[in-house]
T-cell receptor
């Protein structure tokens, strides 16, 4: 089946620095990818929809200047957390839909971000 | 706005017992509902969708529009069913679509 990868799987950064997380669709093209955030023992919260060739669509309450999304190609979307703070520490997950079946999402393994 | 509610955070049953994970939704449009599962140390994956009315790993789920529910059922639970289960609603907003997840139910099947 289709695979979505994320890199890195874990990252620790200092407060005030920026960190980039990559999401790749390995054997299929994805014009749309989704970024979620998951707090411990809580559900996935959609942060933004990443669209190849156009601006990302952010959910209400998500700061677009803080969480920069770039959909550089049909297989790569990146999420950059700028000027990170400890409250940004979380588990970030991306997904990409199966071609022709928008509702069937393939999920990445997630990236654990810790801001110290 | 759309909403998905899973009232049980935790559900524990014994092997061989029936299991039902509850899901209720709120959505003004025509709902497309799904169950996703996350086994320990694995990524989230699709379990089943209401459109196909299929049984996957012995699980079934029926969409009840009158009760706005999409409960997941299995007549005889197995230990390998222990996992986190998320109910999700697919919705459209303008030209975009998205999945809205419930908070999840952690199912534990005891031997």
């Amino acid at each position: 089946g289709a695979v979505v990868s994320q890199h890195p799987s874990r990252v620790i950064c200092k407060s005030g620095t920026s960190v980039k997380i990559e999401c790749r669709s390995l054997d299929f093209q994805a014009t749309t990818m989704f970024w979620y955030r998951q707090f411990p023992k809580q559900s996935l919260m959609l942060m933004a929809t990443s669209n190849e060739g156009s601006k990302a669509t952010y959910e209400q309450g998500v700061e677009k200047d803080k969480f920069l999304i770039n959909h550089a190609s049909l297989t790569l979307s990146t999420l950059t957390v700028t000027s990170a703070h400890p409250e940004d520490s979380s588990f970030y997950i991306c997904s990409a839909p199966r071609q022709g079946f928008s509702y069937e999402q393939y999920f990445g393994p997630g990236t654990r971000l810790t801001v110290t | 706005a759309q909403r998905v509610t899973q009232p049980e955070k935790l559900l524990s049953v014994f092997k061989g017992a029936p299991v039902e994970l509850k899901c209720n939704y709120s959505y003004s449009g025509s709902p497309e509902l799904f169950w996703y599962v996350q086994y320990s140390r694995q990524r989230l994956q699709l379990l089943l969708r209401h459109i196909s009315r299929e049984s996957i790993k012995g699980f079934t789920a029926d969409l009840n529009k009158g009760e706005t529910s999409f409960h997941l059922k299995k007549p005889f639970a197995q230990e390998e069913d222990s996992a986190m289960y998320y109910c999700a609603l697919h919705s459209w907003g303008g030209s975009n679509y998205k999945l809205t997840f419930g908070k999840g139910t952690l199912l534990t099947v005891n031997p």
